[in-house]
């Protein structure tokens, strides 16, 4: 449910930025999506789940849940992911960034109740946000075909393979008990959706074919991701179209 949130916030960003065309790799004689007919009937699953469960759960939260309330909630897992993030940027070899998270993660615990509020951020420490299909595509793994998992939404095959370093990476993994682990779990996942809901909206009113545009927008963004921006040349869209960090 995550990587749903995350998909329509990354092509709603690409729509508002005015991208036309499509990434070369995903597309066309670089086809990067050799299992498509597979993909989209899980696409069409995943939707049919997020639009009868997902989605009424997240906007019920939105319209009842106070803001503050929603942003500590924001706060709280984000300085959890935060832990996550400061170790792939050391095996990345970002050592001044990682320093950067471990200050941000010290920060907010001590003097911002748990994470709870964002202390860091106002005083000018930099968020990241990294993985482990990060970490590999920056060591030179290929991003391999592109693919839909079951509920977790768009993937590649190196990010699939990064999914159990990822999920036993999140400090949250080991919380007791586990009552307290998987309501917690449900919390973030609804939080994280309602944070999508306004471009989930912009992309069903917008896009002919939502699967196209989502798995364009989710290949691009994780190749901008894994170069921090500077995309090689032969990884770039066409024309003036290239996704800027």
Not at 125 to 132: N, P, R, S, T
Not at 191 to 205: C, G, I, M, P, W
Request: glycine share 10%.
């Amino acid at each position: 449910m995550k990587n749903v949130a995350k998909t329509v916030l990354f092509a709603s960003a690409l729509l508002l930025g005015g991208c036309a065309s499509t990434n070369p790799q995903a597309d066309g004689e670089g086809n990067n999506d050799p299992l498509e007919g597979y993909n989209r009937a899980m696409f069409s699953f995943n939707d049919g789940v997020d639009r009868a469960v997902l989605k009424p759960v997240a906007t019920a939260y939105q319209d009842v849940t106070p803001s503050f309330v929603q942003t500590g909630v924001s706060n709280f897992f984000g300085n959890i992911g935060d832990v996550w993030t400061m170790i792939n940027n050391f095996l990345q070899g970002k050592v001044e960034n990682g320093l950067n998270d471990f200050m941000r993660v010290a920060v907010n615990t001590t003097f911002g109740f748990g994470g709870v509020l964002d202390i860091a951020s106002e005083a000018g420490i930099q968020k990241h946000k990294e993985d482990f299909g990060q970490t590999l595509g920056k060591w030179g793994m290929a991003s391999g075909p592109y693919v839909v998992l079951p509920l977790l939404g768009p993937s590649t095959l190196r990010d699939t393979a990064a999914l159990p370093a990822d999920i036993y990476g999140d400090p949250w993994v080991y919380v007791d008990p586990v009552s307290v682990r998987n309501t917690g779990y449900v919390i973030r996942a609804v939080d994280q959706r309602s944070q999508a809901l306004n471009a989930t909206n912009l992309l069903e009113d917008v896009a002919l074919d939502r699967y196209t545009f989502v798995r364009d927008a989710y290949l691009q963004r994780r190749e901008s991701l894994v170069h921090d921006g500077a995309l090689p040349q032969d990884t770039k869209p066409a024309g003036d179209a290239a996704i800027q960090p």
